[in-house]
């Protein structure tokens, strides 16, 4: 993609997220809509915010559970204009399976790993023990096997990957510009630092969407690249 920033519009609003659309289009390279706006929404919203500026939509659901489900999930998305989805990674592989193969043709599916608001503590505290990177490392092999495009990481792992998955595509959100307040993540990095470690695209909110001019912000963001 040309323009690797994506920008998270995080509202269940549909007027407040076709306003930032209209205000970043032309300056991002597409725009990120998740589980809060999808369930005020739907696919009718998807397609009015994407109707917005003609930019890419990333829609991160997070889709999580049995196989059928989640291809029956997906396929009811057939008439919705998403140009990337998320599924957990952690559904293990026939999930991933089915999902990818139910997605609609050209767009990309990509395995959710460790969320970027957890550390080793969060994960030990479900159960799973290692680092952070030590699970993105073992699901990023399971999202590759079951024929994903890649995954969603933290930039502190993408590059690890990246040198693993040379083709995969790689998501990272946790962006933050210097300067700008971490709030509810813990792994983060400047856009410019990540993608020289390897990101495919970036997904960052706050700072954009937080801007007294978000246009403006967007650009500044997306010119440092």
Request: hydrophobic share 45%; proline share 5%; with cysteine.
């Amino acid at each position: 993609m040309t323009n690797p920033v994506f920008c998270a519009v995080d509202t269940a609003d549909k007027d407040h997220a076709r306003a930032l659309a209209a205000r970043v289009a032309g300056r991002v390279g597409g725009i990120k809509l998740g589980l809060e706006f999808f369930m005020a929404n739907g696919r009718e919203g998807v397609a009015a915010v994407a109707g917005e500026g003609g930019l890419p939509v990333f829609l991160d659901l997070k889709l999580h559970d049995i196989p059928n489900t989640v291809a029956g999930a997906v396929r009811s998305l057939a008439s919705c204009p998403y140009d990337i989805l998320t599924v957990h990674a952690g559904g293990g592989s026939d999930m991933m399976r089915a999902a990818k193969d139910a997605a609609r043709p050209g767009a990309k599916v990509v395995g959710v790993t460790v969320l970027t608001s957890m550390d080793e503590d969060d994960l030990a505290a479900t159960g799973v023990i290692g680092t952070p990177a030590d699970q993105v490392r073992r699901l990023a092999v399971l999202a590759r096997s079951a024929g994903l495009d890649g995954i969603v990481c933290s930039a502190h792992e993408v590059a690890a990957m990246r040198a693993a998955w040379p083709e995969g595509f790689f998501v990272v959100p946790g962006i933050r510009p210097a300067g700008s307040a971490v709030g509810d993540q813990k792994r983060v990095m400047t856009p410019r630092e990540a993608m020289d470690a390897g990101a495919s695209i970036l997904v960052i909110g706050r700072p954009i969407t937080g801007a007294d001019d978000p246009g403006a912000a967007a650009n500044a963001i997306s010119q440092s690249l």
